[in-house]
């Protein structure tokens, strides 16, 4: 249902009684999938309610299953309206809700389709609004919209809409694939659960090879071995086609669903990180979902420009800050062979507002791991569950003892829940320069965002290096477990130049990452350096952000390259 639609801000929230749920009064068109605050002068630093509205046509073959409506992502609460009547609710950006409609449809007319769409900064949310503290990043940046977190809240339909029935007897409704190496062979897990109590049949197939689904209660399982497998990694990203199908007494297919899946196994070690038993170094970048004009929304083809310039850079990884990315990104990577942390939108939380905004925001967080993990398991590409992002516990640099107690609670919760709904991968939190270093620990990788010669200690790479230097040793004595640096970088504007190197220049940018480089290459248990950022990106308004932007991208927002990206080419590109 990609395309042109009606909109209409609401500033107001007008009374749903008002009929805007069957038409709007003063509406004009915007694209699905896009941001809507790059696009309309009084729509800029909105983020109150707006509305959406299409009319579609329901195929006629359709009547005889269940229909469902499926939103990508809608940043950052949304409700669903089908022909006037709710049929779903969902807070949460950047994941996907569905909704069975099939009863709210008509078939001899159009079905109007309204969603409502905002993204209130509001103290309990994930990520949360800063509150009328406005501690942590908000109390340093200060910037209009105001947030908790360095990038703009871009709000509207960021994904695409679709419309999509299945059979209305049984039909597949998850497919978890875990697999594992035994020798040269391949193993591969499937589980298959279907709606209802199902107990029926059904069969699976890898390649040429099949095996019978036996159902009980809604669920089967069936192991395939696949001899002399060849392993999913970045020099040989291979995917083997999977297929899943219910059966009828006849032994015909009555519902079916394929993916693509990689062979492969990846655990944290005696401080290493170990892709298919061998030791992994990830090299690459933080990112964004951002781009002029469209400012979140899905653009292909920037995703296939981004990973062209990744894979021209020598980058094996990247981050999904400070969100989960769309699909398609994640079906890129996996073609492709990228290691990629997958993260939740836990950005922005301080632990020193209290127990309420606490107790609402670990609500929020666990079903946001849970999304999660039931869209992106499947993928080879993700490698590692991210549970947060720079916390808080009180102002910056000053820890409470209260409130790093109430995070330490929070997060043990919120990695014992990654790890149930997924015992395959490692988990990390990502921590922040002066937060609680115990909560790095609670992770099986320890993740750190350093920026030592910019924030602190500035234009002076010499002590910033030897401050960086003491910190690693430490933390690795300390927690003996590999070691992500997972931001470090410099604002830097396009063209400017300086020598000897001075902040702002791309000399200076080059110099700062080649530094930090060296210092984790010094140390094995560091096994990745994701450099801050790979674009420049849009933010709020403020003092820290000329021109509303984040200037740290080794590539413009438009994709040139400054000069650190050539260096990080000579640096990473194996010869």
């Keep these: ?135 942590g990043v908000a109390g340093v940046l200060g910037g209009y919209p105001a947030t908790t977190y360095d990038f703009f809240p871009y709000a509207g339909l960021h994904r695409q809409v679709w419309l999509y029935a299945v059979p209305a007897e049984a039909h597949i409704d998850d497919v978890t694939v875990t697999t594992t190496v035994e020798g040269s062979d391949g193993v591969v897990r499937v589980r298959v659960d279907a709606v209802g109590d199902y107990a029926g049949r059904g069969r699976v197939r890898l390649n040429d090879t099949e095996a019978d689904l036996a159902f009980q209660a809604g669920a089967a399982e069936a192991t395939l071995r696949v001899p002399s497998a060849r392993l999913w990694g970045p020099r040989d990203p291979h995917l083997y086609p999977l297929t899943v199908m219910l059966v009828d007494g006849q032994g015909r297919a009555t519902d079916s669903y394929s993916l693509e899946i990689g062979i492969r196994t990846v655990e944290a070690r005696g401080g290493r990180l170990l892709l298919n038993g061998e030791p992994a170094t990830l090299r690459g970048v933080g990112k964004h979902e951002d781009f002029p004009l469209h400012g979140r929304g899905l653009d292909l083809p920037m995703w296939v420009r981004d990973y062209e310039l990744m894979r021209w850079m020598g980058a094996n990884s990247y981050r999904t800050t400070h969100y989960p990315y769309a699909e398609e990104a994640m079906d890129l990577a996996d073609r492709l062979g990228f290691l990629v942390i997958n993260e939740i939108p836990a950005v922005g939380l301080n632990f020193g507002d209290g127990p309420d905004a606490n107790a609402q925001r670990l609500e929020q967080a666990m079903r946001q791991i849970r999304e999660l993990i039931a869209r992106d398991k499947n993928h080879p590409s993700t490698i590692i569950w991210n549970i947060a992002n720079e916390p808080f516990a009180g102002e910056i640099g000053v820890n409470q003892p209260e409130a790093v107690e109430a995070g330490t609670r929070f997060f043990r919760q919120l990695n014992a829940e990654a790890h149930r709904l997924d015992p395959t991968r490692p988990t990390m939190l990502v921590g922040v320069m002066g937060g609680p270093p115990e909560w790095l620990d609670i992770g099986d990788v320890v993740g750190i965002n350093r920026y030592y010669g910019w924030y602190t200690h500035p234009g002076q790479l010499d002590a910033a290096v030897r401050v960086l230097e003491a910190e690693l040793d430490d933390l690795h004595r300390r927690f003996g477990k590999p070691i992500v640096m997972t931001e470090f970088g410099t604002d830097t504007l396009p063209g400017h130049h300086a020598n000897p190197p001075e902040m702002w220049s791309e000399e200076y940018q080059t110099e700062f990452i080649r530094r930090y480089l060296d210092v984790a290459a010094a140390r094995p248990f560091m096994v990745g350096m994701h450099v801050w950022n790979f674009a420049d990106f849009k933010t709020g308004q403020g003092t820290m952000r000329a021109a509303g932007m984040n200037f740290k991208g080794v590539f413009t927002r438009d994709r040139r390259p400054k000069a650190a990206a050539h260096f990080l080419r000579s640096r990473w590109v194996e010869r």
């Design 1 to 135: 249902m990609s395309g042109l639609w009606r909109f209409q801000l609401d500033p107001q929230e007008e009374d749903e009684g008002a009929g805007w749920t069957r038409a709007l009064p003063a509406s004009r068109m915007i694209p699905v999938p896009c941001s809507w605050n790059d696009l309309f002068d009084d729509a800029r630093d909105h983020l109150g309610l707006a509305w959406y509205q299409t009319e579609v046509w329901t195929p006629s073959a359709w009547r005889s299953q269940r229909v469902f409506l499926r939103v990508g992502s809608a940043n950052y609460a949304a409700k669903v309206w089908v022909n006037g009547t709710v049929v779903a609710e969902h807070q949460g950006g950047h994941l996907p809700f569905v909704a069975g409609i099939s009863a709210q449809l008509v078939w001899d007319r159009p079905n109007i389709i309204a969603i409502t769409v905002e993204n209130k900064q509001l103290l309990g949310r994930v990520p949360p609004g800063p509150g009328e503290g406005g501690g």
